[in-house]
């Protein structure tokens, strides 16, 4: 794969992989998508747990998801 960058960002580039310590622009391109994956993989998570698109979260949502996570004292 070849990525053609105006040379803006060719310097930003070649900037981070020198202050960050990367031993190529491959390595540091790598980190970025590997960035990226990992970001998308936990909105996907979070949007699974979530409610659906119309529900609000409300003060409402908020108390039930506050009690559903509470758990009882031990009986004593």
Do not use: C, W
């Not at 936990?42 to 747990?49: A, D, M, N, P, Q």
């Amino acid at each position: 794969m070849n990525v053609s960058l105006p040379e803006d960002l060719k310097a930003f580039v070649d900037e981070q992989v020198v202050q960050r310590s990367y031993a190529t622009t491959s390595e540091y391109v790598r980190a970025l998508l590997r960035r990226e994956r990992d970001i998308a993989t936990l909105r996907e998570t979070v949007l699974v747990g979530a409610p659906g698109p119309y529900a609000a979260m409300d003060d409402a949502y908020f108390a039930r998801l506050r009690q559903a996570a509470t758990v009882p004292a031990p009986a004593q």
